[in-house]
């Protein structure tokens, strides 16, 4: 079923934070890469793969993003984590600010989260918006039903309200060289101890027009389980517009 999920998203990840012209309508994405260590007292490995799908037209932006990140450490699973998040902008307002809705839903292994579901809306702002220099913060509010384990056995489903901030950039040098970052902080509007901070940063070098090579660094904690994880890995970037 994940794998299933996982596939049909994959049509819906391609789709990223990009500048159109009035040409271009729909840009997809996918993004694969790993890691493997293999040593005399054991062997790791982790699967990272993204698919995302974005249109525009006009005033309105759809943004479709999916992954699946899969590891193993000496035969027994780390990370069996799937999310897939849909949103939509719009931008009928003042100059650089638009309306942005979230719906979104995740399960993972290493963050003990057996299913998170999540709707808001809120409002961002572009302080640097050109082609290749993108700098936008927002800010709104979530709702969330959440099952976690606190334990192997012990699950703790409630719902919450959250403020949810993101920080995202978006910097290309000399059209070879792609720095991107989004930065989450959600804090519970009932509860100062239950937060969750969500952290991707990607750096790519483009070796041709559809084709890159890409190295991210992910942190995610959720307070409420006390869990982390963070980790590196490379690998190559599928993209194309049409």
């Given at each position: 079923m994940r794998l299933y999920l996982f596939i049909i998203c994959i049509c819906s990840y391609l789709m990223c934070f990009s500048q159109?012209?009035?040409?271009?309508?729909?840009?997809?994405?996918?993004?694969t890469g790993g890691s493997l260590n293999r040593t005399k007292d054991g062997d790791a490995y982790l699967l990272n793969n993204g698919l995302g799908f974005n249109t525009r037209k006009k005033s309105v932006e759809l943004n479709s993003t999916t992954s699946w990140i899969y590891g193993q450490q000496n035969k027994v699973a780390t990370n069996n984590d799937v999310s897939s998040y849909l949103d939509f902008n719009l931008y009928k307002t003042f100059p650089h600010f638009y309306y942005w809705g979230l719906a979104g839903y995740e399960n993972s292994l290493s963050l003990k989260i057996n299913k998170r579901l999540q709707v808001g809306l809120g409002g961002a702002y572009s302080v640097l918006d050109k082609p290749n220099t993108q700098l936008n913060v927002s800010n709104g509010i979530i709702y969330e039903t959440s099952d976690l384990y606190l334990e192997d056995t012990l699950?703790?489903?409630y719902q919450t309200m959250r403020n949810s901030f993101?920080?995202?950039?978006?910097?290309?040098?000399?059209d070879i060289i792609t720095l991107d970052g989004t930065h989450f902080l959600q804090n519970s509007l009932s509860s100062g101890s239950d937060y969750?901070?969500?952290?991707?940063?990607?750096?790519?070098i483009r070796l041709k027009k559809w084709l890159s090579l890409t190295s991210s660094l992910?942190?995610?904690?959720?307070?409420?389980?006390?869990?982390?994880?963070l980790f590196m890995n490379y690998g190559l970037t599928f993209e194309q517009y049409f």
């Amino acid at each position: 079923m994940r794998l299933y999920l996982f596939i049909i998203c994959i049509c819906s990840y391609l789709m990223c934070f990009s500048q159109y012209s009035d040409s271009i309508q729909y840009h997809i994405k996918y993004t694969t890469g790993g890691s493997l260590n293999r040593t005399k007292d054991g062997d790791a490995y982790l699967l990272n793969n993204g698919l995302g799908f974005n249109t525009r037209k006009k005033s309105v932006e759809l943004n479709s993003t999916t992954s699946w990140i899969y590891g193993q450490q000496n035969k027994v699973a780390t990370n069996n984590d799937v999310s897939s998040y849909l949103d939509f902008n719009l931008y009928k307002t003042f100059p650089h600010f638009y309306y942005w809705g979230l719906a979104g839903y995740e399960n993972s292994l290493s963050l003990k989260i057996n299913k998170r579901l999540q709707v808001g809306l809120g409002g961002a702002y572009s302080v640097l918006d050109k082609p290749n220099t993108q700098l936008n913060v927002s800010n709104g509010i979530i709702y969330e039903t959440s099952d976690l384990y606190l334990e192997d056995t012990l699950r703790d489903v409630y719902q919450t309200m959250r403020n949810s901030f993101r920080l995202r950039y978006h910097f290309v040098i000399k059209d070879i060289i792609t720095l991107d970052g989004t930065h989450f902080l959600q804090n519970s509007l009932s509860s100062g101890s239950d937060y969750i901070i969500k952290s991707v940063s990607t750096l790519g070098i483009r070796l041709k027009k559809w084709l890159s090579l890409t190295s991210s660094l992910n942190f995610n904690k959720l307070n409420r389980t006390k869990r982390e994880t963070l980790f590196m890995n490379y690998g190559l970037t599928f993209e194309q517009y049409f």
